[in-house]
């Protein structure tokens, strides 16, 4: 009786640091999802060209990649709780450095910086939920983790709508925001599993040949992701479709993407993680296929909720497989390199699907988003194919 009231404490104890860290990473994406409109707003009132609003922004994300190789050695070096707090301070300090500033050309290492400090806050975060996620249990946690992630990224814009985006009443929130975030991981740091143990270190270099195949998918996830909210909205104008209706549909998108984790999460339990992305990729095929033939009917709606949550269903599923094959510094170095990828697919296939709606009119964005998951979905087939024959 006493070994099994101390297992169901145990066990307590690690849903309470599931919990904590899930709190922490919800106020972050708050946070982060504020700070986007909030400074494109801004910019835009200084009458800035929407190219050089582009470019500002895009230094969030270059400061991600570039961060995201030091992430192991830093956790190495400091202790992982030890990171993750400086980082959650130094966000805060940032974002008041952006506030005070309201400079364009300022903001454009201060952007950069901002994603230096907050990622790795974001991806040892995401370590910790991987790791303290029993592994019969890990689908739906990382299903409930994915899900807070993007309701949290789309609460923050909604925060503008209570404090407005003049002065510093934005700012405060969102500084607020990585001061509770850093108060939330405080609050379980001592119940936390130590992931940056010494011994055998796996650079993120080091682990791409290890899981190719997951880091692909993350790249066609987040390239998939940020190409459709920044195209859609000028492929929708090919067919004569307005700027309220597309802006709807993108949020239908943004639902299914928030609603169908979980489900997702929880059929990867049944089934496995693997073959779950490899329907949701095929899946997300047939919907560029589809976008033409129904982007005027009525049928869009269910269709782009089931496109929005099946093709960040890849990302999710490939966080879930990632925790299932490696622990300890390898999945930090794993976690990190999926950062990284995150990184390279968000600034290299808007670019590269805008080019081919230049070349090749409205149809080049469901063109480019179809084959880019095509080819992953073919990279699938070939590694299953692979590992049966070496099994």
Sequence with gaps: MIANGSSNSETGMQWAAITGVIATVSVFAIAQGL??????????????SPAMIGLSAAMTPIGFIVSSPLIPALARQFGAGRTALTCAALSAIVLALIGWSQDVYLWFPLRFLIGVVTNPLYVLSEIWVIALAPPARRGRVMGVYSTIISAGFAAGPLCLLAVGTEGWPPFLVGIFAFVLCG??????????????EAGHQVSVLGFVPLAWLLLFAVIVAAGFEQGALALLPVYGTHYGITETRMSALLSVMIAGNIAMQVPLGLLAERLSARLVRLACVAITVLGCVLLPLLIESTVIWPMIFVWGALSYGIYTMSI?????????STLVAGNAAFSLMWGVGGIAVPPLAGAAMDILGARGLPITL?????????????????ASIIG
């Design 320 to 328: 879930i497989e990632l925790g299932e094959r490696f622990t300890g």
């Design 370 to 386: 179809g084959l880019m998951c095509l080819a992953l979905a073919v990279a699938s087939l070939i590694g299953r194919r692979k």
């Design 183 to 196: 108060i939330c991981l405080a609050s379980v740091l001592p119940r936390l599993p130590k992931v940056d």
């Design 35 to 48: 700070s986007y409109p909030l400074l494109s707003f801004i910019l835009q009132r200084q009458g800035v």
